[in-house]
Every structure is written in structure tokens, then in C-alpha cells.
């Protein structure tokens, strides 16, 4: 049986490369949908890093179908703010981020990974 899947989660594949090289290679291996994990380097980027991510799905002519929210940091281990008390002001701020990307692009996914103890 062959599988057939439409959207594609290059964070994931080609979390090396760049986003602009990511869409390049999903766009040529036919994709044009995406899921991405957080694309910013913090839970608060700028509105420039944020019209950069729209811009460069746009220019590719990939649909954004699903986002993470900020997870904390993948490098530090953290998967998730969503269901950890400590973090509530940092998930805030992500939380307005994908608000606004969601108003201007549609896509809102809450990463909340695992209930950590308090």
C-alpha cells in the first residue's frame, strides 16, 4: 500500500537548514503544505521575524496549516509550555505571537507536551 501525504513537517526533516531551504526542498518534492514547529528563536519575535516566516511561505506558495506555539527551547529539552506552571509569561507572549500570525494567516497549534509537576 502506498501513502499519500499533503502537508509535510520540515522542522522535523530538515531542521538544519534554513527556512527559506526547507520550503525550497518541500516545494520541489511536491509539498505545498506545511506544519511547522515554532519558527523563531524565542517566544517573542519581532514583527519582522514574524512578516519574514509569511513572506518566505508566500514566496515558496506553501499554506501554513499548522504552527507550535514556543516550546521553551528544543535545545534545552523543553517540549511544551502549555502544561507547565512556571512558564505562564513566556507561554503569554507566545500566545500573542500565534494570535497574531493566526489572524493574518490562519494556523494556531498549542505544543503541550507532557503535564510536568509543579
Known sequence: MVYRFDVVNPSILLGGLSLDDQL???????????????????AAPSLAEQDAVLTSLSTWGVSLVSMNLYEGGMADGHRGLVCRSDTQRVLEKSMAVSEAIDRRDGVLNPQC????PD
Open 113 to 116: 507536551a507532557a503535564r510536568q
Open 24 to 42: 525550497q526542498l518541500v516545494v520541489q518534492h511536491g509539498f505545498d503544505a506545511v506544519e511547522l514547529w515554532w519558527p523563531f528563536p524565542d
